[in-house]
């Protein structure tokens, strides 16, 4: 018990962190999709329904069906829908959370980093021109060095102790 405590906790100390991200996020939703947050953050979005909506304006047509049942498994698959969409828009899977993250509010601040990652790449993108949210995700920048600086960088390498690890000490 004392280690999902500790979890809880820490848990609860980085949501508390990202309070600012939180309402920037709020903000972008509710800007978005013209739909302001009347409940808390989590509860908002629940039912995957507005989440959904937000991704219909960002990238039309790309859920196909929101669901409007109560039911857990099809709120559920709502949000099952937004991640994948997410994905196939670009969003790195380690940067999406799982739909247990928000459905049953485990994990509200890896939430609000999908969803500032995915504000980052729909900027990227640029198809999308309404309200921006995050930094723009740019790609790495590919770095290629000639034969001739690898080897001067090796030769000045050589000999130092910075390279040759714990055996040197």
Known sequence: MALRDAVEAGKA???DEMSETQH???AWIAAVTGKPFD????????????LCELMNVIEPGSIKKI???????????????FTRAMKKL???ETDCFDTIDLFEAHDIA???????SLGGVVQKLGK????????VVKDATKREFTAEQLAKTAAET???KLTAGSSAT
């Open 128 to 135: 999308y021109k309404g309200p921006q949210l995050g930094v």
């Open 110 to 116: 890896k939430v609000l980093q999908s969803l500032e």
């Open 67 to 81: 669901n409007t049942s109560k039911l857990a498994f099809k709120q559920m698959e709502n949000v099952s829908n």
């Open 24 to 26: 920037e996020v709020e």
């Open 90 to 92: 670009g969003v790195r």
């Open 13 to 15: 100390v980085k949501l």
């Open 158 to 160: 050589a000999g130092s």
């Open 39 to 50: 409940k808390p953050f989590a509860e908002h979005l629940h039912d995957g329904s507005v």
